[in-house]
């Protein structure tokens, strides 16, 4: 079997309130040892957290940039000239595409949230497509956060 490492780099971009501060945190998104020969899809999900300084509720929405594809519907993590397609999602079911609202791609939003005390988590999940020919390496890609309060 192929070792193949998928990482992911999240930046996060946040306006700023007077009223509020909130901020995103994840850990890298990481999908582990893809096989190129497997015939499943490989999956993963990650936990976005989202917490602010005051307690009062308030709407909220997550988006994310395309990452180093420039295409929303064609991701790909990239080791040097290869590439390899990948996808993140909104949904367990692998259906709505996470972007930034352009057709086609989906938003988290979130109405009257309290994430003061305790934070608010949303779920990314991501599926690499199987049966993928490539070599091994570590493949990454850069997705931007965008959360919009």
Wanted: net charge positive; glycine share 8%.
């Amino acid at each position: 079997m192929q070792r193949i490492s998928l990482i992911f780099y999240l930046i996060f971009l946040l306006p700023q309130w007077v009223f509020a501060s909130c901020t995103i945190t994840t850990p890298s998104f990481n999908f582990g040892d893809y096989d190129p020969q497997g015939a499943t899809p490989t999956t993963g999900a990650g936990t976005l957290t989202t917490s602010c300084t005051n307690n009062a509720r308030m709407d909220y929405t997550i988006s994310s940039s395309a990452g180093n594809s420039g295409s929303y519907v064609n991701r790909y993590v990239a080791h040097g000239a290869n590439h390899l397609p990948y996808n993140l999602y909104v949904d367990p079911a692998y259906l709505s595409i996470w972007g930034n609202g352009s057709p086609g791609t989906n938003i988290i939003i979130r109405r009257r949230q309290k994430c003061g005390k305790v934070s608010c988590t949303d779920i990314i999940y991501g599926r690499i497509p199987a049966l993928q020919s490539v070599p091994p390496g570590q493949y990454t890609d850069m997705i931007t956060i965008f959360l919009q309060y």
